[in-house]
């Protein structure tokens, strides 16, 4: 299905408008282009205007995809915080990486995968780097705190964990003027992108958790940005609007919209479509249950103010851009960390892989994309590990041989290159009642298999399944025909022979993957 991009308008959201008629010739290595990669928390790929919203708008979200290229068919192979943003770093699968959620895994990102990441590959090519907002996987072991990471990101300014939508409430965050999220985020990438006397109070009255790693930007450098929001994830939209200073749209913004947001069919009354002995609703965390709808309604709403708040930042960071005269040598890349199920399959949470949870918007922005380039859909299967390889390579860097993921700039260009016809989604998060399992999810169809909670339980287990071990629960859906996966084919006799097909296809993925 192609996205219909729409341009609206509202007061609230001011649309930031970069005019560029031509493309700019592609920059020599005197002016590498800047890199601002932009990654939100827990956004769903139907939650911007373009992609249908009933009620959320994001003019300026939708403007960046009208003027650069939107992945229709992007998706996040582990749908949970720390092992999705492990593989952003890595450019490698979980089951290759092995960083599992860490309260689970105890895993980390050692220090020489590090070093592979894109932000050390674009530092080692000269680049000023700077990693903002909220980090969720451990860069070295646990016990040195991200001591490499600190030391090594020029500009590090960001806590472990959750933030919250009030930012003062943690030391890393008290030298802001702004105390909501959002607007915080903002005036750190402020302070990143134009350092200036206007900007010393940000410097100078830095915590001293992290005042060692602020250092200002050299003019002369390119640089590239890393911007990790909390938002518009459940654990940050609790005290929303909550205090004076908050801006007025956190309060009172699509108040008036309560019979204009959609809920699943069936809602409330809606059967989780698993077996007990796969999972169980009631070991699910809080914030994540959706039986009761006032309660939903309001999680709904707070999202979608989330999201416009968002869209007013990336309107907000365009218009810096073109005044420092940066627009034209910076690429933007927007992208979530993962889905979210509301309802559906009478689920909340994540780490489930259905559509929900695994797919995402994902837009590329650069000045230097031809004219033919922009405004595109591009309907391919692409993961969260093939944003570090594009990068590197409109940066003009080879990828490295560790990453698994794969430059997405033969697609943008339209040239004819042998591409993925399918994706492994996997899930190795066993605590808070979820289950393991693993998922090949192809253009037209998508298996998903479940392994027994009887001794996985709070356990890091990716040897499992590459060894032979047999699921307990299966679920085959057929995309083209049931989009919303509610038909579970894998008990009807006629799809055996496709059932088997996608049995022994994740059972060869899993196995080249963990490799």
């Not at 939100?40 to 939650?47: A, G, L």
């Not at 860490?102 to 592979?116: A, C, G, M, R």
């Not at 650069?366 to 093939?386: A, C, H, M, W």
Request: charge should be neutral.
């Amino acid at each position: 299905m192609k996205i219909q991009i729409v341009l609206v308008l509202a007061s609230l959201l001011p649309v930031v408008s970069i005019a560029q008629a031509e493309p700019v010739d592609q920059p020599n290595a005197s002016a590498k282009p800047n890199v601002i990669f932009i990654k939100t928390d827990d956004q769903r790929f139907d939650s911007l205007s373009m992609t249908g919203h009933p009620v959320t708008k994001t003019p300026n979200i939708d403007q960046l995809a009208a003027e650069g290229v939107f992945f229709n068919q992007a998706l996040i192979t582990s749908p949970i915080c720390g092992p999705s943003r492990a593989n952003f770093f890595t450019g490698q699968w979980e089951r290759k990486n092995r960083v599992g959620f860490t309260y689970v895994s105890k895993n980390f990102i050692p220090t020489e995968l590090f070093d592979n990441s894109w932000l050390m590959q674009l530092k080692r090519a000269g680049y000023f780097t700077g990693y903002i907002g909220k980090h969720h996987t451990n860069i070295g072991e646990i016990k040195q705190q991200n001591r490499y990471m600190k030391e090594n990101v020029d500009f590090c300014y960001m806590k472990p964990g959750h933030l919250g939508f009030d930012l003062m409430k943690w030391k890393q965050f008290q030298n802001l003027k702004h105390s909501s999220q959002i607007e915080g985020l903002f005036e750190a990438t402020d302070a990143f992108i134009r350092p200036g006397k206007d900007k010393d109070y940000f410097f100078e009255n830095a915590d001293s958790s992290v005042k060692d790693f602020l250092r200002q930007r050299h003019s002369d450098k390119p640089f590239c940005l890393s911007i990790n929001f909390n938002l518009p994830h459940a654990a940050s939209i609790g005290g929303m609007g909550s205090k004076s200073t908050d801006p007025e749209m956190y309060r009172s913004l699509y108040s008036d919209k309560a019979d204009d947001f959609v809920f699943p069919k069936g809602y409330p009354n809606i059967e989780v479509p698993l077996p007990d002995d796969v999972f169980r609703q009631d070991e699910l965390m809080g914030y994540y249950r959706t039986t009761n709808p006032p309660r939903l309604l309001d999680k709904k709403t707070k999202m979608a103010r989330a999201v416009a708040g968002i869209d007013r930042f990336v309107g907000n960071l365009r218009q810096t851009l073109a005044e420092m005269d940066l627009a034209s040598n910076t690429i933007l890349v927007f992208i979530s960390d993962h889905g979210l199920l509301l309802g559906e399959h009478g689920l909340g949470g994540k780490t489930f892989l259905y559509e929900e949870s695994i797919r995402v918007p994902l837009i590329f922005y650069s000045p230097y994309f031809e004219k033919n380039e922009r405004g595109k859909t591009i309907d391919k299967l692409v993961v969260g590990q093939d944003v570090p390889a594009t990068i590197l390579e409109l940066c003009g860097l080879p990828v490295p041989a560790t990453y698994q993921g794969e430059s997405l700039l033969p697609l943008i260009q339209g040239r004819e290159v042998s591409w993925r016809e399918d994706v492994f989604c996997e899930n190795l998060f066993t605590d808070q009642g979820y289950p393991r399992m693993e998922a090949v999810r192809g253009k037209n169809w998508k298996y998903i298999r479940y392994f027994s909670r009887e001794h996985d339980r709070k356990k890091y287990l990716p040897k499992a399944s590459t060894g032979g071990e047999q699921p307990i629960y299966e679920e085959l859906f057929d995309l083209k025909k049931d989009p919303k996966e509610q038909n579970n084919l894998a008990t009807v006799p006629e799809y055996e022979s496709v059932l088997k097909e996608h049995r022994a296809r994740c059972q060869v993925l899993v196995t080249e993957l963990a490799k």
